[in-house]
C-alpha cells in the first residue's frame, strides 16, 4: 500500500482524549475462562522487524510435515503460531467483504475451531484486515467494514483463543489496519484500548495507522489531505498516555516500516507507476531504504536498491531487522496468478543486505524467481518466499506454471542454505518461524488459484525433484567489495 507524503516538522504535543470512557465495547454473553499465553505477532515482535528469537529450519534439505489446501479465499495476512496452535484470518465473502478466524493443531494440522458470526449479533465478521495476534488468552484483529453493506460488523474484535468465542468487539473502530498487543493494552494507532474489556484508555488522530511499539512508545503514520495535496507525518506518542514526543513529515509515496529501540526503518516506492527501464535497471525514482532516530525523528540515512530486469511495476518489500542488517526485496514486475505458458518468468528478484549503522550494501541474493514478500530472519537464517519453476534446468516451454518455493539464505554472507518448492502457485506471504519449522501460506487468488497452507522441516533426505527448485544458472550471491 503506498503512502504518499510531504510536511513540515510539527513540535510540540497534540491534545488527546486522554481515558476517554466515551463508547464502551459490547460484551459477548459466551464468555469463556481463558488460559495465559503470551503475545505472538506474525511479523516477529511489536517492532514489525519481520525477527524471531527462535530458529527455523537451517536443512541441510527440508521436507513438508502437513500441509490444507485453503481454497480461493484470501488470507489476511502470515500464520500467528502460540501455545500450539496456528492462526490464520481469511476472506470468505469478496462482496459482503467478510471473512473469519481459523484455528489449526500445531503439530497435526487439524483444524480446532473456527470463528465466522458475532454470536450476539448474528452478522457475519468482517474480513481479518492482518494476522491475528494472541496475548494473554486472547485473539485480537481488526475486521474490515463495507459501509454500504450491512450484513457483518467490521471493528476490532477480542477472541478467546482456545475457543474462539467472541469476549468482546468495538464496532465504531473500523479504520486500522492492524493493530498490536502489549501490557494488557491494544494498540491500533488511533486508539488505545484496554485489553481486558475493550474499553478506550488513550486516542490519537482519528486516521493514525500503528507502525511499532518499543520501549514504551508508540510509532504511527497519519495520512491526511491539506488542500489538494496528501500528506503523512511519522508520529511517536507516549504508550502510556499518547502524549505525541515528536512528529516528522515522511519520506513521499513509503510502503512499510520497522522499528528498533533506536532506529525507524522504512521502504519506498514510486506511487505514480512512472517507470521505465534501461539496460535491465530502473533509472527512474529509485527504490529507497530509511532509517529514522526514534529519539527525535530525524532522518539518519537513505540508500537506493534497485529492480533489476525489465518490468513497468518494480517492488521493494517491507524491511526485516536484526541485529547487524537490514534485509529487503524487491522485483522487476508482479503478477498474481503467473500462468507463463509462452513466456517464461523471469523477475529477476533480490533480496539486499544493508548494514544496520549507515545503509551499506554487505551483499545481496540474486534470483529469477518472483519474490512475494518481505524476508523473514530467524536465527542466522534469511527466509525469503518466491515463485519459480520446480525440478533443476532451465524453465521449460508450454504449460507447467511456476510453484511457490522458499529460500533460506545465511545472514552474515547471503549464501544460499536451501531452497524448496511447496505444491502450490498463488500468491506467497512472509513465512512464519516457531519450534524450529517454518510455517508458510499462500494466498488464493481470483477464483482459479488455490490457496495453500503448510509446515516445512528440517531432514537429512534430499527432496524428490517435484521439490527441487530450478536455478538455470541464474541465482547468485554477491559480496560487497570493500563495503561499498
Same mark, same amino acid.
Given at each position: 500500500?503506498?503512502?504518499?507524503? #510531504? ?6 504535543t497534540t491534545a ?6 466515551d463508547?464502551?465495547?459490547?460484551l ?8 495465559t499465553?503470551?503475545?505472538n ?19 541441510p534439505?527440508v521436507?513438508?510435515?502437513?500441509s490444507?489446501d485453503?481454497g ?54 468482517? $474480513? ?7 496475548s ?5 484483529f481488526?475486521g474490515s ?18 475457543s ?23 494498540y491500533?494507532g488511533?486508539h488505545?484500548?484496554?485489553?481486558s474489556?475493550?474499553?478506550t484508555?488513550?486516542?490519537?488522530e482519528?486516521?493514525?495507522?500503528l507502525?511499532?511499539l ?7 503514520? #497519519? ?7 496528501? =500528506? ?5 506518542r ?6 505525541q ?5 515522511a ?11 533506536n ?23 529509485p527504490l529507497?531504504v ?8 530525524s532522518?539518519?540515512w537513505?540508500r537506493? =536498491?534497485?529492480? $533489476? ?9 517491507a ?14 514486475? #508482479? ?6 505458458a ?13 548494514? $544496520?549503522?549507515?545503509?551499506v550494501?554487505?551483499w ?17 537464517t534469511?527466509? =525469503?518466499?518466491? $515463485?519459480?519453476?520446480n ?29 524448496y ?14 519450534n ?6 499462500v ?7 488455490e490457496?495453500?497452507?503448510?509446515v ?29
Open positions: 500500500m503506498n503512502r504518499r507524503t #510531504f510536511l513540515q516538522v510539527v513540535g510540540g488527546l482524549s486522554v481515558g476517554v470512557k463508547t464502551a465495547p459490547v459477548a454473553t459466551d464468555k469463556t475462562n481463558r488460559n499465553v503470551s503475545r505477532n506474525a511479523r516477529g515482535n511489536t517492532g514489525t522487524t519481520q525477527t524471531v528469537s527462535t530458529n527455523g529450519p537451517t536443512g534439505y521436507t513438508t510435515r502437513w490444507i485453503h480461493f479465499d484470501e488470507l489476511s495476512g502470515s500464520p500467528t503460531i502460540h501455545d500450539g496452535t496456528v492462526y490464520v484470518g481469511e476472506q470468505t465473502d469478496y462482496v459482503l467483504d467478510s471473512g473469519k478466524i481459523i484455528a489449526y493443531d500445531e503439530e497435526t494440522g487439524d483444524r480446532r475451531w473456527v470463528r465466522r458470526r458475532n454470536p450476539k449479533t448474528g452478522h457475519l465478521i468482517g $474480513r481479518p484486515r492482518h494476522a491475528p495476534v494472541a494473554e488468552g486472547r485473539l485480537f481488526v467494514q463495507d459501509p454500504e453493506v450491512d450484513y457483518h460488523l467490521g471493528g476490532v474484535y477480542a477472541l478467546d483463543a482456545q474462539g468465542r467472541i469476549e468482546w468487539f468495538r464496532d465504531n473502530i473500523i479504520r486500522p489496519p492492524t493493530l498490536d498487543v502489549v501490557d494488557d493494552r491494544v491500533l488511533s488505545a484500548l484496554d485489553a474489556t475493550g474499553q484508555i488513550w486516542k490519537g482519528q486516521n493514525e495507522q507502525l511499532g518499543v520501549d514504551g512508545i508508540v510509532f504511527t503514520q #497519519f495520512p491526511e489531505t491539506l488542500g489538494e495535496d496528501p =500528506v503523512t507525518h511519522l508520529i511517536a507516549n504508550a502510556a498516555d499518547g502524549t514526543r515528536w512528529r516528522v513529515p519520506p513521499e509515496s513509503w510502503m512499510d516500516a520497522a522499528v528498533t529501540p532506529t525507524l526503518y522504512l521502504t519506498s516506492d514510486d506511487a505514480d507507476g512512472n517507470r521505465s527501464y534501461e539496460n535491465g535497471l530502473f533509472p527512474g525514482r529507497s530509511y532509517a529514522y532516530s526514534t529519539t527525535d525523528g532522518k539518519q537513505e537506493t =536498491v534497485r529492480a $533489476r530486469g525489465e518490468g513497468n511495476r518494480p517492488y521493494v518489500s524491511p526485516a531487522v536484526d541485529d547487524s542488517h537490514v534485509y529487503v526485496s524487491t522485483r522487476s514486475s #508482479f503478477s498474481a496468478l503467473l500462468d507463463y509462452d513466456h517464461p518468468i523471469d523477475a529477476a528478484g533480490t533480496v539486499y543486505a544493508l548494514d $544496520r549503522e549507515n545503509g550494501e554487505r545481496r541474493f540474486e534470483t529469477p524467481a518472483h519474490v512475494d514478500a518481505a524476508p523473514t530472519v530467524a536465527g542466522n534469511v527466509y =525469503v518466499a518466491a $515463485r519459480y519453476y525440478c533443476p534446468g532451465a524453465p521449460p516451454s508450454g504449460h507447467h506454471p511456476p510453484r511457490n518455493v522458499i529460500y533460506a539464505l545465511e545472514t552474515a554472507t547471503g549464501a544460499e542454505r536451501w531452497s518448492a511447496v505444491d502450490a502457485r498463488a500468491p506467497g506471504l512472509s513465512p512464519s518461524i516457531a524450529g519449522k517454518l510455517y508458510f501460506a494466498s488464493g487468488a481470483s477464483d482459479i488459484i490457496g495453500w497452507l503448510g516445512v522441516e528440517s531432514t537429512d533426505c534430499q527432496p524428490s525433484c517435484e521439490h527441487q527448485v530450478a536455478d538455470d544458472g541464474k541465482t547468485r550471491t554477491v559480496q560487497a567489495s570493500n563495503g561499498c
